[in-house]
């Protein structure tokens, strides 16, 4: 992985990112993955999605530092995509994941344990 700190935060890439698809919707499937993927509809992003899950997985068990980075970025951008193909705004997620914030995981498993 590089030295240096990225000059940019993961949110704000993802921020990015989501912006950029939002474009690429309409756009001609043969010149744009984006468009294409969409195109294909949300059984074929499921599968991708499944796919870069496994190779993000096989890269946190094998790889380096730098290949987790890619794979992990191919699978946000997967994701991205599977969202928009169930047009899912990806604020609902942001939203789902600030409501969480300060909730412990252990807490919240011993919740439900219960109910
Ligand atoms: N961030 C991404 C991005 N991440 C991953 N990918 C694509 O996803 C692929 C990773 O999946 P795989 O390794 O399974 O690739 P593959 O086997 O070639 O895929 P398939 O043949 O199975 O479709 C990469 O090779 C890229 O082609 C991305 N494609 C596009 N973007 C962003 O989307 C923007 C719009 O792209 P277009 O819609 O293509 O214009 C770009 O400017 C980028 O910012």
């Given at each position: 992985?590089?030295?240096?700190?990225?000059?940019?935060?993961?949110?704000?890439?993802?921020d990015q990112?989501?912006?950029?698809l939002?474009?690429?919707?309409?756009?001609?499937p043969?010149?744009?993955y984006?468009?294409r993927?969409?195109?294909?509809?949300?059984?074929a992003?499921?599968?991708?999605?499944?796919?870069?899950?496994?190779?993000?997985?096989?890269?946190?068990?094998?790889g380096?530092?730098?290949?987790?980075?890619?794979?992990?970025?191919?699978?946000l951008?997967?994701l991205?995509?599977?969202?928009?193909?169930?047009e899912?705004?990806?604020?609902?997620?942001?939203?789902?994941?600030?409501a969480?914030?300060?909730?412990s995981?252990?807490a919240?498993?011993?919740?439900?344990?219960?109910?």
């Amino acid at each position: 992985m590089s030295a240096t700190a990225p000059d940019i935060s993961l949110g704000q890439a993802l921020d990015q990112l989501i912006a950029d698809l939002a474009l690429k919707k309409n756009a001609d499937p043969h010149e744009s993955y984006t468009a294409r993927l969409l195109r294909d509809g949300p059984m074929a992003a499921a599968k991708k999605l499944g796919e870069e899950g496994v190779e993000t997985a096989l890269a946190v068990a094998a790889g380096t530092p730098a290949q987790i980075a890619v794979e992990s970025a191919d699978l946000l951008y997967h994701l991205a995509i599977s969202l928009m193909s169930r047009e899912v705004d990806p604020a609902e997620v942001g939203a789902v994941l600030a409501a969480r914030r300060g909730l412990s995981g252990l807490a919240e498993k011993a919740a439900r344990a219960k109910s």
